[in-house]
């Protein structure tokens, strides 16, 4: 696999997807054209219903485009069996999913342990990966609660650990922060800030205006295209938030932040 920074991770050629038939038939990613270079943090917006989720979706390997080519790290993925898309999913992405997805009859750390069982990893050993994960997210003490006995930040933080927990190096978040208040939403974003510092490609959709300080490229949907992307220079963190060090064992230390927002 190309591992060259300069080469784009993720490279998307006359992307399209549409949904229902006949008269129903609507046209969801209308041609989309993307590159995501490695470690870039990007976040999506538009209005409801654009089809930033089904962008995400297809990103991640978990639907097709009806046409149009996908590059993931230099090789097309869009006709994979499925698989091979799975394996591809368990070594490479971590999914925040828009409804954090919990598995409800599952306690937490079987919920964070899940995305392991793909991978071949023993149930014993995805249990103490997943708690390890847990203890990085401060929540170990909440390992044997289920899903419905936690507050929505604590879920999210669940949801977020689940997602890294086979150490992908894309990250896809679908409106990670979306029914929280503005610091339980910061306190997320640190996070997800930390994992992008240790070289690691976000891709986060987001309605808040706020979160998008955190990324450095900022692209706008609108009916199924791309209406702007724009390059920006992360903010100076200067928030007042409990900004938490997710620690993922041997990855690089943060490197300096970068300086005040910009329009290129
Ligand atoms: N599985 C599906 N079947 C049919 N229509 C769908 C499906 N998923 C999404 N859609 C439709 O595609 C459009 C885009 O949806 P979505 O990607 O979820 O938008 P967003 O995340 O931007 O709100 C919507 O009109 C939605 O109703
Ligand atoms: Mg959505």
Redesign the pocket.
Known sequence: MKKSTSAPVISLRGLTKR??IGDAE?T?LDGIDLEIKKGEFIAIM??????????L?VLGLLDKPDSGEYQLDGKNVERLTSAKRAEIRSGRIGFVF?SFNLVPRLSVIENVALPLAYTGTSHVKSLKKASAMLGTFHLNEREYYMPWQLSGGQTQRVAIARALVNDPSIILA?EPTGNLDSKSSHVILEELSDIHRRGNTIIM?THNPDMTTYADRVIT?LD?RIDTDTKTTIVQNTRSVTSKKVSLGSRTKPTAKKSKKEKK
């Open positions: 949904y229902g609507q969801v538009g209005p409801s219903g654009c089809g930033k989720t089904t962008l979706n828009q679908d959709v949907m199924g």
